[in-house]
């Protein structure tokens, strides 16, 4: 048909039709998929289709496999949304009226079911009216429970054809009628159509009509058959939102009854008998309590909005807490999905529902866990700023709670072979400077996450923990703290003896340059990422070609020309004394990039410039952070007591000057704690320390918004245009765009200035090939099997 459709219609599809009729239930499937696919690509006109192709998919309706039946009735609905009234009416109405006749079989009767609830939206509420309703109104009162229920669940699509007139006169009434049937299935059916139905029915016909018949159907719901209880609990947060307003005071407190009777049930009649001594169908009916209370937990945040979240203590923390220590795995797992909308919906009230919080959180089931963590930053930012003044007291005296629970959580984690649900874990951990304080993340946390960067044999947990350790070392407030994580990062990872630890440290370096400004790179790890070119291991000599790119766009020039000159020469070692084809040829096509790096400076001026800002911002809050821990100090010897983290954090918070508002003649000269001003008094330092807190609004929130922007801005090309690789250095210099950097570019922030300098960081240290021993992942100086290693997924 793609290729010649006239001559597939004049010769081939003749011989299609003979084949079916005998044809196998596998090439029944088969033509009805191609029907559906030939009328979905539009190659044809719908004239030629329905002439060519409809009376073959008629003629297969009622084929006595079910599966095969249904398959040429997709197709069927599928052509009756593009096929013109006129064919409707004479190819599909006209045989559907003795189609739906008592005397067809049950198939052909629910087959003409379906396409009733299809045909409404190709006609006029008129034609409806004349043609089909009679049809519909008999299929509802059919002999067979099969062909009223089907027909009853078209009923929302034929209401939606005929309008709130004729549906208030013709359907409700048999809707009516259909909810007293004999069948369950058929009371089930009509039940879940009013529910869809709520929108369109007045609050007359709410009030009068629909709400004693809900009424009427929670009273007789628990003597009849579960699976109505099943589908009762499933839309009661449809019935909370449709009938909202109309309930007495009585009957809100009796459906809110209601809704909680059914949060327990199944509760009482456990016995604690072995489950091989229950019989058969007691297991049963167990599984479907617990689907109604999993229901329930679905449902919960809307009950809230029923009751008013003021009302959440008194009416539904109870209910909450039996949901949160549930017996049963798929209960928990939906009231975890749920716990962020319910503390959405709390508000000043969310503290309430801490203690539930840590609950989840040391669930003995890793699925109840993984639900959580979902939407763990945006419930800790809830759980520590939401709530009025007078409440704060008691969230922040429950945080010491939390901090265990977390450490839990991440411990059953990495025990489990879900290593999935640890790697989320561990990006959701990248929030915990926001929510506790620096001391609380290093003692707590820091190590942890430096020890799974050491020790897990898992790819993308290790590249996680290594991402968050970067960020509790971004937003580390002791020098003396980052000093000790800087040091143990390039002693352990960047001249660790395993080679796959040299590979974290280049990873390390990546997250470096996204996270922090270029100055607290080239001061720090620039050095240490070089060196590792002289690696005896062809893998690592091969990842730091992939990072040089990333490297390069870190400096600044003129002031680290000295650092440019140094990765010059390491790629001119490389290209000179590199014996390994594959590292060679990665190499090459780096070289190729570094010297196309220069040609980016007209096309991406104005991105780079933003990027600039960017990295100013950073450098900015970094000489903050230096000025904060002065304070501190200073206000400790004056006062004898620190001030709070918790404020400053309040106070980044709060700053609303964006970075859009800086202009672009802006002087980027930042004086850190060295600076010779004349008056270095404690007023000064405050004033200039609320000054510099207006770049602090988005260095991080609960959306980590600055570090994902960071994160795509590093992939732009590098700030300066320097001349080619190759070529001499100096030639740069005579690019007047090198000179529109401040006198501040010239040296680097003295926020990171080592006390004593780190001996790691020293620019005349030996390469780190001379001082690596023969550890257990490279004892021998050669290539390692793979390139790159990858978790088992």
């Known amino acids: 048909m793609r290729q010649n459709p006239t001559e597939t219609l004049r010769r081939v599809l003749p011989k299609v039709r003979e084949v079916l009729h005998g044809a196998s239930m596998e090439m029944q499937l088969t033509a009805a998929v191609s029907f559906l696919t030939i009328l979905q690509e539009d190659s044809m006109s719908v004239h030629t289709y329905a002439h060519s192709f409809l009376h073959v998919i008629l003629l297969h309706l009622e ?362 874990l561990l990006q959701k951990y990248a929030c915990l400077p926001h929510i506790i304080s620096s001391d609380q993340i290093y003692y707590r946390f820091l190590q942890r996450m430096f020890t799974i960067v050491m020790t897990n044999n898992v790819l993308p947990v290790q590249r996680a923990a290594s991402r968050t350790l970067c960020i509790f070392l971004r937003y580390n407030r002791k020098q003396e703290q980052r000093h000790e994580v800087i040091q143990k990062l390039i002693e352990q990872l960047g001249q660790g003896k395993s080679y796959w630890n040299r590979l974290r440290f280049l990873d390390t370096c990546e997250f470096i340059i996204e996270i922090f400004s270029k100055s607290f790179f080239c001061k720090y790890f620039f050095v240490p990422a070089i060196e590792l070119s002289h690696d005896p291991v062809a893998n690592v000599r091969m990842k730091l070609c992939y990072l040089l790119p990333k490297v390069k766009s870190a400096l600044k020039i003129p002031a680290d020309m000295h650092l440019l000159q140094q990765l010059e020469m390491c790629v001119r070692k490389l290209l000179c004394q590199e014996k390994d084809k594959d590292v060679l040829a990665i190499v090459k096509k780096t070289v190729l990039e570094l010297d196309r790096m220069e040609m980016s400076m007209d096309a991406f001026q104005k991105k780079i410039y933003e990027q600039d800002l960017l990295d100013q911002e950073k450098e900015r809050e970094e000489l903050l952070f230096l000025e904060m821990e002065h304070l501190e100090k200073e206000k400790h010897q004056n006062d004898g007591r620190p001030s709070s983290d918790k404020m400053f954090d309040k106070k980044r918070r709060d700053s609303k000057t964006p970075t859009q508002s800086l202009p672009k003649n802006i002087s980027i000269s930042v004086p850190g704690p060295s600076s010779s001003t004349p008056s270095t008094s404690k007023e000064i330092k405050k004033s200039k320390l609320i000054r510099s807190q207006s770049f602090n609004n988005q260095g991080f929130h609960a959306k980590y918004g600055n570090l994902d922007k960071c994160a795509s801005k590093s992939s732009l090309p590098g700030h300066t245009p320097v001349s080619g690789l190759l070529r001499t250095a100096v030639l740069s210099l005579t690019d007047d765009s090198f000179w529109t950097r401040n006198a501040s570019s010239n040296s680097v922030p003295g926020s990171f200035s080592p006390n004593p300098p780190l001996p790691s960081t020293s620019r005349g240290t030996g390469t780190t090939a001379d001082s690596k021993g023969s550890g257990s992942k490279d004892a021998q100086p050669r290539k390692a099997t793979l390139k790159s290693r990858k978790s088992n997924p």
């Open 63 to 424: 084929h006595r496999d079910t599966g095969v039946s249904n398959a040429w009735l997709e197709t069927l609905l599928s052509a009756i949304e593009v096929l013109p009234k006129d064919v409707l009416r004479h190819e599909i109405l006209n045989p559907l009226v003795s189609k739906a006749q008592l005397s067809q079989t049950v198939q052909s009767r629910l087959v003409s079911c379906k396409i009733l609830g299809k045909l409404t939206n190709k006609f006029d509420a008129h034609s409806i009216k004349r043609e089909l309703l009679p049809l519909v109104k008999s299929l509802c009162q059919d002999v067979e429970y099969e062909v009223r229920s089907c027909m009853c669940r078209q009923l929302e699509n034929i209401a939606q054809g005929i309008g709130t007139e004729l549906t208030k006169s013709v359907v409700l009434p048999e809707l009516l009628e259909l909810s007293r049937d004999e069948s369950s299935s058929v009371r089930l059916a009509a039940f879940e159509t009013l529910v869809n139905m709520l929108d369109i029915f007045d609050t007359d016909d709410r009030s009068q009509t629909i709400l004693p018949l809900v009424k009427t159907f929670c009273e007789k719901s628990f003597k009849a058959d579960e699976s109505i209880l099943i589908s009762l609990s499933f839309h009661l947060g449809k019935l909370c939102h449709g009938l909202y307003g109309i309930f007495t005071p009585d009957q809100h407190l009796r459906f809110l009854e209601f809704y909680k009777k059914l949060c327990t049930l199944g509760l009482q009649q456990e016995n604690g008998h072995n489950e091989n001594q229950i019989p058969s169908q007691i297991l049963e009916q167990e599984k479907k309590y617990t689907s109604v209370r999993k229901n329930c937990a679905y449902n919960f945040p809307a009950m809230i909005v029923f009751v008013d979240p003021k009302n959440f203590h008194m009416e539904l923390y109870s209910t909450f807490f039996c949901l949160c220590h549930d017996p049963e795995v798929p209960v928990r797992y939906t009231i975890a999905i749920c716990f962020y909308e319910v503390s959405k919906l709390l508000n000043s009230g969310v503290y309430l529902i801490h203690k539930e919080l840590i609950t989840l959180l040391q669930d003995e089931s890793l699925e109840v866990l993984d639900a959580l963590i979902n939407h763990l930053p945006e419930i800790l930012e809830l759980m520590t700023t939401g709530g009025e003044s007078s409440v704060q007291e008691n969230k922040l005296s429950s945080l010491p709670d939390l901090i265990p629970a977390l450490t839990a959580a991440e411990q059953r984690a990495a025990a489990s072979l879900k290593w999935r649900t640890h790697e989320k």
